[in-house]
């Protein structure tokens, strides 16, 4: 079963306003947190961070396949939305690691 919980805050713009063109035109930008990584568990974060390296396309597919069919979204947003997240996942990986090592 598939839960939303943030109706789009994890995307570019923020909250409803994402769109498809954000999506694109902000694939490449980090999307850095901006509170402190303290008392996060670098063991965990490290996994985390090795499962992203692990995620595939199929993973992507049968995950935004499992949305409901009245939730108000196109099918060329779940298209972009897939391929922004597979296109992400190695920097944010990157970026996980990095911080796992850092603790």
Known sequence: MLYSHDHGWYLPETGPTWSVDALISRVEQAHVASWPATGLDPEVIVAFSQRLRRLTR??????????????????????RVGWFLES????????????GGSL
């Open 58 to 79: 199929d993973d992507l597919v049968s995950v935004l396949g499992g949305i409901p069919d009245t939730w108000p979204v196109s099918d060329l947003e779940l298209e």
């Open 88 to 99: 992400r996942a190695p920097r944010v990986a990157d970026r996980l690691a990095s911080i």
